[in-house]
């Protein structure tokens, strides 16, 4: 087990715990908060947004130092009250029974130590780990470097192996010199796509962060759009810059990736702690839900700058307003195959725009709990929802389809921003990838399984279109006329209809039957003013793949 940094905590150590005897508890008095370690139970103080608080149970998922302040924030006002010690050690808190969206960094002064405590169930396991994670640094900061001497260069990919071999605890030398709060310096590969969290060391006069000499910072890589162009990718960074470094095959890299654990919420404590609290994206700071593999050095940062166009990421924003001063783009990089007043909507080859995938990924898994890959982004189509403005066309959600589903899905993955949330853009997505499917003459549904939002969406969709047609038609109508008018596939309508009660045994056979508690439902959604996808406005033709570009370079 490799020493955990501050945000790839003990990764792997509890699955040996599972099948032990029930947890003990630790009665008032009986422990003090240096007990508090990953795995306990223990009431923490809650604030409410009434201005009171609430004592809630939580699981201590992870404990790290206080990250020190970022070089960007602003001072502390001169009359804030002396900050507590108990706060020096911050502590990743699930509320038991409450979502996992809740989940939060919490000083030490706000667990509730007089109360009683549920001891983790491999005690001293944990413990021994808790005396690693004192060790480690807030943050796994660049060592200072020479002016002219080599930026530690790595990408994305580099940096969430590096995260996931420490987070596995192999015997790795990456995993090592993280621990150690230092990146190994590394040469190798044309992306001069990192950027150090190096506050401390590297700050140009302008409290900016030192950038490459053109003064670009971009991460993800910005050679026209792939992480590596011969499609194989250094994972190893060798201490040695000179070194010839050991390159996995990019198949390789996508299995090393999704089974090391940073790339799977559940398999690993490491996905379990959300890494960063804020993003901003255009015009608006948006709360973080889940986990998402960024590169470490940005876990502590208050808040991740994103180019809303080009979904590159930057720690200040200085860097993001420096970039943005040369970004050209104002809208998804693809083709517009859809346009109905402000709405639009682009169609983007994974294959061919794979760093901006990769990046709508990452932010995307910030918001999705479930689906557990987000480099290999070559197999799926992206299709970008926009809404258009004077400065450009705007995302507000997208989904992704697999270019050739042998389960015949029509989305792999859907989300709206949570800033255009509760305005009726998800049914729209959904509405859109149903109207793929028509054009393509297929019945489609989403991959499973859906995240809460996703399925309640789509619930409502599925009712509607249903109602809709039911409604519509005035001799009787079969699953199957349902089933090619709207694409719904037959499981998907025989669930909608079950959950409804709308079917109904009669003469032998199923028929489907509006209740009157549906029709009521029903009148009340369509007196909402709903956005909807004109049908007309769409101009596509579905992809064509051969085999060779359907093998995706592996
Ligand atoms: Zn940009």
Redesign the pocket.
Known sequence: MAPSTPSTPHGGGRAGSEGSPAPTVAAPGTYTIEDVISGVKIFVRKPLPNGQEEQRKAEILSTRPKPKPSAFAPPPPPDAPPPDPRDDTEYYVHYVEFNKRLDEWVGGSRLITDKEMEWPKTKDEDKKKKEKVGKATPGASTPTRQAGSPRPTGSLLKKAATKAASAVGKAHPLAKGTSKGKVPQKSKGKDQSDLGNDEDDDQDEDGDLSVDADGDV?MGGSDGGEIDGDGEIDLSGPQNPQAAPKVFSKKQEIEKLRTSGSMTQSHSEVSRVKNLDKLQIGKHEVETWYFSPYPIEYAHLPVLYI??????YYPTFTQLKR??SK?T?LHPPGNEIYRHDNISFFEIDGRRQRTWCRNLCLISKCFLDHKTLYYDVDPFMYYCMTIKDEFGCHLIGYFSKEKESAEGYNVACILTLPQHQRKGYGRVLIEFSYELSKVEGKLGSPEKPLSDLGLLGYRAYWQEKIVELLLNSDDEISLEEIAQKTSITHGDIMHTCQALQMIKYYKGGHIIHLTDAVLEQHRKTMSKNRRSIDPTALKWKPPVFSRAQLAFGF
Not at 307 to 312: I, P, Q, S, Y
């Open positions: 971009s180019c809303e166009f080009c979904l590159l970039h943005r970004c783009l």
